[in-house]
């Protein structure tokens, strides 16, 4: 059987009606970038994720950017981050200017961990940017505790946690700037890229929405140096109608990872663990496996896709070698790009599906 990582061609076939005539109404309407279409989306995904406002941008790595730069993070500042994420998170860190600060993980969570972030802290340190990896939040109060004590702000990188929550309150119902990305294969994906960043601020929305347009308020005045980072109405009218769709795809996310919970239990694998307090949305289904290269190579040989997210960290990549990391110096991280996989988790797989990876790994196991 085959069973891929993502089916998107499959999701668009279960909805082309709605998408096409949403695409054919952009067109008609002759307005392409921003526009009502945006403003709706961005007022729909805001009241989704418990935000006053929703900034949309052209990607989630620009979300991340420019959310620094709205908050005056730039050349002198720290900025503590994980170096178990897609490279985007550290990317955004250097491109505002700022210096990323590379703090290990919980190695349960795969999260950013509260304690080793603290101990990174420096007179510099302006910002701390935790991951909300695979879809579980981080934890809020410790980061939300940490921030207040030390005066720093929260930058969530929310990329792949659209629809979760924590304690019970949803992305942006805690303090700090959350930012999200609409990358094809994310719980909430464009036809494209996008993004978007939540806030409760209105003073940092405002400054949003003029940085995402040449850092313009208005007509050809510019008051600062901006970017060019905004999103296209056809994304936006694509994901106002996936969006009604999301609490389900993530419910079924949720139910086949429970399916492997159950059926992975009395196997080698470590299973993900989940924050009793976290709404986990599933965005991968990561467990670690010893062997874990011998069972993507037998997965693969059986039809079953499965990714390895990330196969070294960051602060190991050669790109930021300049930032002086050794190997050993976040063992938990090293460790966990040894050991990761992720399975199929998408909301579009059949339970026959599901249950096929499961008797793999079981097989392969035994
Ligand atoms: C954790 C994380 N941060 C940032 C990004 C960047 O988002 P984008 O690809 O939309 O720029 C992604 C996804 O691609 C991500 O997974």
């Known amino acids: 059987m085959r069973v891929p990582l993502a089916d998107l061609v499959h999701q668009y076939q279960t909805m082309k009606e709605e998408v096409d005539a949403a695409i054919r109404s952009v067109l008609e309407s002759g307005r392409f970038i921003l526009g009502p279409e945006?403003?709706?989306?961005?007022?729909?995904?805001?009241?989704?994720?418990?935000?006053?406002?929703?900034?949309?941008?052209?990607?989630?790595?620009?979300?991340?950017?420019?959310?620094?730069v709205a908050h005056g993070i730039g050349r002198g500042d720290e900025v503590i981050t994980t170096p178990f994420t897609f490279v985007a998170t550290v990317e955004a860190i250097v491109q505002a200017g700022?210096?990323?600060?590379?703090?290990?993980?919980?190695?349960?969570?795969?999260?950013?961990?509260?304690?080793?972030?603290?101990?990174?802290?420096?007179?510099?340190?302006?910002?701390?940017?935790?991951?909300?990896?695979?879809?579980?939040?981080?934890?809020?109060?410790?980061?939300?505790?940490?921030?207040?004590?030390?005066?720093?702000?929260?930058?969530?990188?929310a990329a792949q946690a659209i629809g979760a929550a924590f304690d019970?309150?949803?992305?942006?119902?805690?303090?700090?700037?959350?930012?999200?990305?609409?990358?094809?294969?994310?719980?909430?994906?464009?036809f494209g890229d996008g993004g978007m960043v939540l806030t409760n601020e209105e003073a940092v929305a405002e400054h949003l929405r003029n940085l995402r347009f040449h850092g313009s308020g208005g007509g050809y005045y510019y008051k600062e140096i901006g970017y060019c980072s905004r999103l296209d109405a056809l994304q936006a009218a694509i994901l106002r109608v996936k969006l009604k769709y999301l609490p389900a795809w993530n419910e079924a996310r949720r139910r086949h990872a429970a399916r492997y919970m159950e059926r992975l239990s009395e196997t080698c694998v470590t299973l993900p663990f989940v924050d009793p307090r976290a709404y986990h949305i599933f965005h991968q289904f990561t467990l670690r496996h010893p062997r874990r290269d011998a069972l993507k190579t037998y997965l693969a040989s059986q039809g079953v896709d499965s990714?390895?997210?990330?196969?070294?960290?960051l602060h190991l990549q050669e790109a930021y070698a300049r930032l002086g990391y050794r190997s050993g110096d976040l063992p938990h991280a090293e460790r966990a790009t040894q050991e990761v996989l992720s399975i199929p988790v998408h909301p579009d797989l059949t339970d026959d599906q599901v249950e096929f990876v499961a008797d793999q790994i079981r097989r392969f196991d035994a």
């Open 38 to 68: 945006v403003s709706h989306l961005e007022e729909e995904i805001a009241a989704c994720c418990g935000a006053r406002y929703g900034v949309a941008v052209n990607s989630g790595t620009d979300a991340l950017l420019l959310s620094l």
């Open 307 to 313: 990714g390895i997210y990330y196969p070294l960290s």
């Open 98 to 157: 700022a210096t990323p600060v590379f703090a290990d993980i919980d190695p349960q969570t795969f999260n950013l961990c509260p304690e080793r972030a603290a101990e990174k802290i420096t007179p510099r340190t302006r910002a701390i940017m935790p991951v909300d990896l695979f879809g579980q939040m981080a934890d809020r109060h410790a980061f939300l505790a940490l921030a207040k004590a030390h005066n720093l702000t929260c930058i969530w990188d």
């Open 168 to 190: 019970g309150r949803r992305l942006a119902e805690f303090d700090g700037t959350a930012t999200l990305s609409f990358f094809p294969t994310k719980n909430l994906g464009a």
